[in-house]
């Protein structure tokens, strides 16, 4: 098959369903059926959920799995420059003629049925994965977790909850016990659960749902406790107390996350090589990502160019911490978000450590708020705001009028992917 074949299955894919998210699993079920099973011919695998926290306490799993000599898949969402980066085999990122090959298997097999893109591409990477030989498989949530397209496997080896907020009220409810029963819907019968810090609200709903399974909760405060001491990171749990490095990933919240990595590393029977390994190995772009090569990066002169993808209130206030930790410089943010988020609310803890905002439209994007609507929810949060046409304006602007500034470009991980292929 040729290059960019699969360019062309997706985009017939995402006309298969008039809505981008329409919550149910009977799709997705009919799907693996007519595909002989293939989420019942994978390898031990942890299914992780939450509101933030999750894709980065995945890829520090998968580091500390790999560091252990562990082959290891991995589905996250979304991708940020290139779908291939959905579906991580066990040697590296799904070939195209691979890709090309599972997704027109699985169009094939649905006839022209209804099914949302993500639904379909879910049962594409779910179908690479039981034909390619690994000793684990990490699957990460897509929206939710109860009715999400991942949540099919009647018996995974851990699933893991990180922190739950507010976010996709639309789709899982006004509150955050609602939002909570929602992620809890991943838990097995049985089957352990790594629980991260949580809201009272949350973790009560997470703990009913438990009791009634019989799943065992590992959970943050009771069962394992992680932090920052002199420079290191200590985790301690009723096996003992681990000394470790901090992690690779920058910002005070992935203490925690590295701790709910480490503890589902334990749970997993792993030992201190692969909790280190997790600290140290792990990548995960645009969560706090210094760019430091690129055009960007060169228009930007001698001021520094940050990115980061998050885009919820607890996302705001998990930046703002992780900013002021940073050596000081000024720092002037450029905010593209789309038209579903609490703009205002990602805003609010930002106020009180940026200079400015420059507001960017995100290119493709039928979502996207305008410029002008999230420069307004800059100022009403208190930020000075402006427009720009594009993110590369917007940095030559920051950087010409104060060259030892730091940029951040942040407020979506759509923005995000294009800033990294347009940088590439």
Avoid at 22 to 30: A, Y
Avoid at 325 to 333: A, T
Avoid at 376 to 389: F, I, K
Wanted: aromatic fraction near 4%; glycine fraction near 10%.
């Amino acid at each position: 098959m040729s290059a960019g074949r699969s360019d062309a299955l997706l985009a017939r894919m995402m006309a298969l369903h008039p809505k981008i998210i329409d919550l149910t699993l009977d799709r997705v079920l009919r799907l693996l059926a007519a595909l002989d099973h293939p989420e019942r011919q994978l390898a031990p695998l942890i299914h992780v959920a939450g509101t933030n926290g999750k894709g980065s306490t995945l890829a520090m799993i998968r580091a500390g799995l790999t560091g252990a000599g562990g082959r290891v898949q991995a589905y996250t969402s979304p991708h940020l420059a290139r779908f291939h980066e959905r579906i991580r085999l066990a040697d590296g990122l799904i070939a195209e003629d691979a890709l090309a090959a599972v997704l027109d298997e699985c169009e094939r097999a649905n006839g022209g049925q209804p099914i949302t893109y993500f639904e379909i591409t879910t049962c594409a990477a779910l179908l690479a994965f039981a034909r390619d030989p690994a000793d684990w498989c990490l699957l990460e949530v897509g929206l939710g977790g109860r009715l999400d397209a991942t949540n099919v496997i009647e018996r995974p080896a851990l699933t893991v909850i990180a922190p739950v907020s507010l976010d996709h009220q639309q789709y899982l409810g006004e509150t955050l016990p609602e939002i909570a029963a929602e992620k809890a819907g991943i838990l097995k019968r049985g089957v352990p659960c790594v629980v991260g810090p949580q809201e009272d609200a949350a973790m009560e709903v997470i703990e009913a749902r438990a009791a009634r399974l019989g799943a065992p909760l590992i959970a943050h405060g009771q069962h394992w406790h992680v932090w920052e001491e002199r420079g290191r990171l200590v985790f301690q749990d009723e096996r003992g107390l681990l000394d470790l490095p901090l992690p690779r990933l920058i910002g005070a919240h992935q203490v925690q996350n590295a701790g709910m990595a480490i503890a589902a590393l334990r749970a997993l029977g792993q030992g201190e090589q692969a909790c280190e390994a997790a600290l140290t190995q792990a990548d995960w772009p645009a969560r706090l990502q210094r760019l430091r090569h690129g055009p960007l990066v060169a228009a930007a002169g001698r001021a520094e160019l940050w990115l980061d993808g998050g885009h919820n209130p607890a996302a705001g206030v998990a930046l703002a911490e992780a900013v002021t930790r940073l050596p000081p410089r000024p720092l002037h943010l450029i905010c593209g978000m789309l038209n579903t988020k609490d703009v205002t609310g990602f805003m609010r803890p930002l106020a009180g450590v940026a200079d400015s905002l420059t507001a960017v439209s995100i290119p493709g994007e039928a979502a996207t708020l305008p410029a002008e609507t999230t420069a307004a929810a800059a100022a009403a949060a208190g930020l000075p705001a402006t427009t720009a046409g594009d993110v590369a304006e917007a940095v030559a602007r920051i950087a010409g009028a104060q060259p030892n500034a730091r940029i951040l470009i942040c407020g979506s991980l759509y923005l995000a992917g294009r800033v990294l292929a347009e940088n590439s």
